[in-house]
Nanobody, 123 residues
């Protein structure tokens, strides 16, 4: 398994931006499909975005399309989530996760998870 550490969360006003980063350990990072998920208090963990091992394929949850962008740098073992036009409903604990599966939105397909970084959007 790969070890994942998220950073970049914080408090931002509605309409603002944040950039989340996830640093991965190990030499096999480029083989993983990487995903971002989020979990708000009292709600189930939900899919946000996913990127293929090469970065050539991405997929987004409908509510973040056009506002969030997932990217990766295999040379630096990092995956990022640029979040623009943030809304109060984006408030959640954001996790990055890794899988050997092809593009998938199912959290049960992801074997490795970070500890999460909190994003709070005020209205």
């Amino acid at each position: 398994q790969v070890r994942l550490v998220e950073s970049g969360g914080g408090l931002v006003q509605a309409g603002g931006s944040l950039r989340l980063s996830c640093a991965a350990s190990g030499r096999t990072f480029s083989r993983y499909t990487m995903g971002w998920f989020r979990q708000a208090p009292g709600k189930e963990r939900e899919f946000v975005a996913v990127i293929s091992w090469s970065g050539g394929s991405t997929s987004y949850e409908d509510s973040v399309k056009g506002r969030f962008t997932i990217s990766r740098d295999n040379a630096k073992n990092t995956v990022s989530l640029q979040m623009d036009s943030l809304k109060p409903e984006d408030t959640a604990l954001y996790y990055c996760a890794a899988t050997f599966a092809i593009i998938t939105r199912d959290p049960s397909d992801f074997a490795s998870w970070g500890q999460g970084t909190q994003v709070t959007v005020s209205s």
